[in-house]
């Protein structure tokens, strides 16, 4: 039986879990939700999540939100191995680590600083700036001599953060300065498989939102 995916695919969120189901080979039941409609607001999807966000799962009535939390459940419940979210408490811990990181401070960052400026319209505070690019300094760090964001394999968290750094590039953030990430930026996209369907085109879709919201 296929799982229901509720997703856009120009949403970050969203990308990560469409990219961690190319790895696993998994084929989602794509269900586009289209939030300038809102139809994550209608009854039915408020039954399947009552906080109203995509990306949302249901699978055969187990409904979860959350990107994070989907991936790590689809490499859990799916995967043929653990590679991607693997079990050896340590391993795990590291990897949680860095979905906690790109939760709780990149992609935080990249929000406080770029939605109020994005969707309101409103002017951008310097001092945000300085804390992503504080940010990209620990992710450049922890990439020193590393091909991967955590361990020496492709995991869920180079899945989430690939769906964050791609986003940053969307809104022309400058990745020059950080030589780690860029290697590993242009690793991940030439060896995913179905790199461009589950994360280019989306971020070309978030690049013509921006567009379109700036024209307004
Ligand atoms: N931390 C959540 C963020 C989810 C989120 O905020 N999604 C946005 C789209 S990118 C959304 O659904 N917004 C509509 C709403 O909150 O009502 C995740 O990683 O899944």
């Known amino acids: 039986m296929t799982i229901d995916f509720y997703y856009l695919p120009g949403s970050a969120p969203c990308r990560s879990v469409l990219l961690t189901a190319k790895v ?3 084929d989602l039941n794509l269900k586009l939700t289209n939030l300038q409609a809102g139809e994550h607001l ?17 699978d055969n009535g187990f409904s979860l939100w959350e990107s994070r939390a989907i991936c790590t459940y689809l490499v859990n419940a799916c995967g043929k191995d653990d590679s991607l979210y693997p079990k050896e ?22 929000a406080d600083y770029y939605y109020p400026s994005l969707f309101q319209g409103l002017p951008k505070e310097p001092s945000k700036l300085e804390r992503i690019d504080e940010g990209m300094k620990f992710l450049d760090g922890f990439l020193e001599g590393q091909t991967y964001v955590a361990g020496k394999n492709l ?14 590039e969307v809104v022309e953030y400058d990745l020059s300065p950080y030589k780690n990430i860029g290697k ?8 995913i498989p ?23």
């Open 155 to 168: 995991t869920v968290a180079d899945l989430a953060i690939l769906a964050s750094i791609s986003t940053f």
């Open 89 to 110: 408490p340590r391993a795990r811990a590291l990897v949680d680590q860095r979905l906690y990181f790109d939760i709780g401070t990149l992609y935080a960052r990249f």
């Open 184 to 191: 590993w930026y242009a690793n991940l996209k030439s060896t």
């Open 42 to 58: 209608t009854p039915e999807f408020l039954k399947i999540n009552p906080q109203h966000t995509i990306p949302t799962i249901n």
């Open 24 to 26: 696993l080979g998994l």
């Open 194 to 216: 179905g790199y461009k369907e589950a994360n280019e085109d989306g971020c070309i879709a978030f690049k013509e939102l921006i567009d379109s919201l700036q024209k307004k």
